[in-house]
Structures are given as C-alpha cells and as structure tokens.
C-alpha cells in the first residue's frame, strides 16, 4: 500500500514532465524562425500522406474495377467525403470546393493520426498549426463570399435579409460570429489533440510505473501482486483511451472540414 500510495504522490511531477515534453521545443533556431518537433512531425504526416495517395493513384489506375483493401478503403473515405462531407453541405458548387476542403480533412487527419502514435507529436497538438489552418479555411470562404455577391453584397448577407431598426445589431453580430469562426477552429482542434495526448501519457506514465515496482519489489510478494493488478488494470484504460483517442482523431479532421463546408455554403447562399 505504501508503494502505490508513493507512486501517486510522485505522479503530479511526472504529469507535469510530461506536459512539458508537449511544449514545442526549437529543434534548429527559435519558435519563431526556427522548427520544432511538431514542426518535424508535421513534415513526417505530409509526407506519409503523399505517400499513400501516390501508391493508391498508382494501384487504382492499373485497374478499372478497384482492386485490394488498401485502394478500396482509400476510395470510401475519399467518397465519403465528396458526398457526405462537401456534395451535401455545399450543393451545387461542390464540385469547386471538393479539393480544398478534402485536402484540409486529409491533412488534419494524418497528422492526429501520426500523433497517436508513442513518441510522436501531432502537427495538430500546437496552436500555431491550427491557428494557420483556421486562417486558411477563413479566408477561403470569405473569398468565396466575396467572389460570389461582390464585397458590398457579402457585408448585406449579414443581415439575412432584415431591413430596418434591426438589421444592424443583426450585421455586427453575424460580423462577429464570423470572426468568431477563426478562434473556434483553431482552439477547438488544438484543445481536443493536445488533451487527449496529456490523458494517454498520463496513463502511459502510470502503467509503465507500475509495471517497473513489479520487478523491483518482487521480493514483496504482497506489493508485488498489488502493483501487478493496478498495473493491468491502468493497461487495459489505457487501450480503451487510445481507441477513443483514434476515434477523436477522425472526428476532429471531419468536424473541422465540415464546419468549412458550411462557412463556404453560407457564404455563397442567396439572401
């Protein structure tokens, strides 16, 4: 009982090592003109990710009917995107959005993805990153507005319509729930990924100490044994915790391609 007592008394400083660990660190000049292992990270998951799409370009093309598990789950996730992502949020013009906001989903979910696995980091688990994505998807669909009613006609969209004493309170809300967008895909994002890191190393932590008391007090076969159960049992959260966590990692890379989908649906919509 006193070594697991112990154990928990020392976790707190383990706990913040390990968020530590998860502050971007230069790797070569500093945070703002040098790169950091989310920086690094962040290159691995574009790279894997012209990998894969290189390989299933070339494996789809040497055959008219889709051959091999590989090309067939690549082809339902890029379909399912088209069609329940973009094709049925934007409408009509979907065919002129599909790239943009594919590559966003793709490229938000191979770097979650990457980051799940141990001692990688997710380009995604720094603000900087996502900060810079929801800059992006904002200024597309505001180009997008634009493109479509004219400037004067984008700011009239605001209103949804309302003419008189109303319209205006009306306008600098929709003004600042606009500019809201940028803050709320950008920390939303960031929250979900760096959390969900925090809580699978802080369960790693735990499992791995005290997996390590088993061999070090083998000799007290009581503690011993005690360690061994707590020890399986912080396993066996642990795996649940990185099943959520993958879960989350799609969930996230869908949530924020379709909230663009929206913006970019709402920006074109006749008032």
């Known amino acids: 009982m006193d070594i697991i007592l112990g154990i928990f008394n020392a976790l707190p400083e383990m706990v913040n090592e390990l968020v530590s660990s998860f502050l971007s660190t230069p790797i070569r000049g500093d945070l703002i003109f040098g790169y950091t292992q989310y920086t690094f990270w962040l290159f691995v998951a574009v790279a894997l990710l012209v990998v894969v799409f290189a390989v299933f370009v070339k494996k789809q093309s040497a055959s008219l009917v889709p051959q091999g598990r590989f090309v067939n789950a690549v082809e339902f996730v890029v379909e399912y995107t088209r069609d329940n992502m973009v094709k049925a949020v934007v409408g009509k013009t979907w065919r002129t959005h599909f790239p943009f906001i594919a590559t966003l989903f793709f490229f938000i979910l191979v770097n979650n993805i990457v980051g799940i696995i141990p001692g990688c980091h997710p380009g995604t688990g720094t603000i900087s990153v996502t900060a810079a994505l929801a800059i992006v998807a904002f200024i597309y669909f505001i180009y997008v507005g634009i493109k479509k009613h004219g400037v004067l006609g984008y700011l009239k969209t605001f209103t949804h ?77 642990l795996i649940i915790i990185y099943a959520v966590e993958l879960m989350v990692a799609v969930i996230q890379a869908f949530v924020f391609a379709l909230l663009t989908a929206v913006y970019v649906q709402t920006s074109e919509e006749e008032i």
């Open 161 to 237: 319509g309302l003419k008189g004493p109303m319209a205006a309170p009306i306008w600098l809300i929709e003004l600042f729930s606009t500019f809201l967008r940028l803050i709320t895909l950008a920390v939303r994002l960031f929250c979900n990924m760096f959390a969900g890191h925090i809580v699978m190393g802080t369960f790693a932590i735990l499992t791995s100490v005290f997996a390590q008391q088993i061999l070090t007090f083998a000799e007290q076969g009581a503690a011993a044994i005690a360690a061994s159960g707590v020890s399986v049992v912080w396993e066996l959260i």
